[in-house]
């Protein structure tokens, strides 16, 4: 099955600086890709997602960018606020065949620091 | 629009005991997700459901786990008997159809005690 990997598992940055959260993913049939952001006591929340016919994709402050050839995508935050802090997850599907559960990455704990 | 609901919202109980929690999904949406986060770890997929049928239970621990969906709308899953490594948090999801966004509920945190 499909297997992702996400780095940092913390990543503490100064506010409005850049942050970015790098993911990869093992099988080369998986063609969605979302980011998850998750408050504490909440469920997660889609912020973007990409597929894998389109290399980057940007809305306002947050971009992502998808190399199928290296398997990973990464999340970009520009101008961090103190409300970006959360943890965020990477995920990818294999969609197709009706079956489209995520599969997750561990986690990033985003802190921005004022 | 209403999200996701689910309730309880916490839940503690002695191992070997039973547990159930229950999902309503945005109305209209067709698919239905179960999910299981394990602290500091990411959402895994338990179940999915497509209107009242299963679609994908390959990670549902059926010796214990069982789930179900009626008339195609609310969905409870249950655990009997609980194990400490269950102790977690449960999410529910649904989306309109396959292949799109899924939007998740606030979850139900399990203690096993």
């Known amino acids: 099955g499909e297997n992702v990997e996400q780095h940092p598992s913390t990543l503490s940055v100064q506010e409005g600086d850049s942050a970015v959260i790098k993911c990869t993913y093992s099988?080369?049939?998986?063609?969605?890709f979302p980011w998850y952001k998750q408050e504490l006591g909440k469920g997660p929340q889609l912020i973007i997602d990409?597929?894998?016919?389109?290399g980057e994709k940007k809305d306002q402050r947050i971009a992502v960018t998808l190399n199928k050839t290296a398997k990973h995508f990464s999340l970009h935050i520009t101008e961090t606020q103190p409300e970006d802090s959360a943890v965020y997850f990477c995920?990818?599907?294999?969609?197709?065949?009706?079956?489209?559960?995520?599969?997750f990455g561990k986690g990033t704990h985003l802190i921005i620091q004022p | 629009e209403a999200g996701v609901a689910q309730s309880p919202r916490y839940k503690i109980i002695e191992k070997r005991q039973s547990v159930a929690f229950w999902c309503n999904p945005i109305?209209?949406?067709?698919?239905l997700y179960w999910y299981q986060q394990i602290l500091g770890q990411g959402p895994k997929l338990l179940i999915q459901?497509?209107?009242?049928?299963?679609?994908?239970d390959s990670q549902l621990p059926k010796d214990r786990f069982s789930a179900e969906r009626l008339k195609g709308v609310d969905s409870t899953l249950k655990i009997q008997p609980a194990k400490l490594e269950d102790s977690a948090v449960y999410l529910c999801?649904?989306?309109?159809?396959?292949?799109?966004?899924?939007?998740f509920g606030p979850g139900t945190r399990l203690t096993v005690l």
């Open positions: 459901f497509q209107n009242n049928g299963v679609v994908d």
């Open positions: 999801a649904s989306s309109l159809r396959s292949y799109n966004e899924q939007f």
């Open positions: 099988d080369s049939a998986s063609n969605y």
């Open positions: 109305s209209g949406h067709a698919t």
């Open positions: 995920a990818a599907i294999v969609s197709g065949g009706g079956a489209d559960g995520l599969t």
């Open positions: 990409i597929r894998s016919n389109v």
